[in-house]
């Protein structure tokens, strides 16, 4: 299954767990708006695929590839376009296994029961052509 989901990615980072009394655990989770945004855009147009074929949930083991395709600084542009300091990678934050969090979290119950399925991923974030909207190109198959 593929889709393209275009807009600015959020990152997921670790949900955080603090004792309650009695030795209970208490787990906060990220609902921040713009992963709670993002995660929206990424399950709709998910369902939309799923749809397509049928509905089904993929089952068995899976592989994984995303390309992030980030905007880049404007500090990476000059009066001609792109200077030649500007890097050709996006070596800074977000951190890449945060956006695939993100992303393959929103997938389960639409695409996959569980995101353990994942065995084989490839991941990648690179940066968008100027004159191109930032977006997630993803494609999850069976083994």
Do not use: C
């Amino acid at each position: 299954m593929k889709l393209t989901v275009y807009g600015k990615p959020a990152t997921k980072g670790s949900s955080r767990a603090f004792p309650r009394h009695a030795g209970g655990i208490t787990v906060v989770p990220d609902n921040r708006p713009a992963l709670v945004d993002w995660q929206g855009s990424v399950r709709d147009a998910a369902q939309k695929v799923a749809q397509d074929r049928g509905g089904a949930l993929l089952a068995g083991p899976l592989r994984g590839q995303g390309t992030w395709w980030l905007p880049r600084p404007k500090g990476h542009y000059g009066s001609r376009g792109l200077l030649d300091s500007a890097p050709t990678y996006p070596e800074a934050k977000p951190d890449l296994d945060k956006l695939a969090r993100a992303v393959f979290d929103a997938l389960i119950g639409v695409w996959y029961t569980d995101d353990a399925q994942l065995v084989d991923l490839t991941i990648r974030k690179r940066y968008a052509a100027q004159d191109t909207a930032p977006r997630l190109e993803l494609e999850v198959d069976p083994l």
